[in-house]
C-alpha cells in the first residue's frame, strides 16, 4: 500500500491510498464508480432507507422506475 498524492497543485496536502495490486488509486476508483450510472442506481436502492431515515424531508426518487 501507498499513499500517494491526487492533486498536483497541493502536493503534500491531499492523498489517496493505492494498493499495490490495483490499478487505480482510491480517489480513481470513487470517480469511477460515480461516473458509472447504473453502479448509482444500485447504490441507492440499497441505502435507499439509511437516506430516507438522515433526509426525511427530501422526497426520494423512485428508483424502481427506469424512466
Do not use: C, H, T
Amino acid at each position: 500500500m501507498k499513499i500517494v498524492s491526487i492533486f498536483e497543485l497541493s502536493k503534500g496536502s491531499l492523498f489517496a491510498v493505492k494498493y499495490e495490486e490495483e490499478d487505480l488509486d482510491a480517489l480513481e476508483v470513487l470517480q469511477e464508480q460515480w461516473s458509472d450510472g447504473e453502479f448509482l442506481r444500485e447504490f441507492f436502492r440499497k441505502y435507499k432507507k439509511d437516506y430516507e431515515s438522515y433526509y426525511p424531508e427530501f422526497v426520494y426518487l423512485d428508483l424502481d422506475n427506469d424512466e
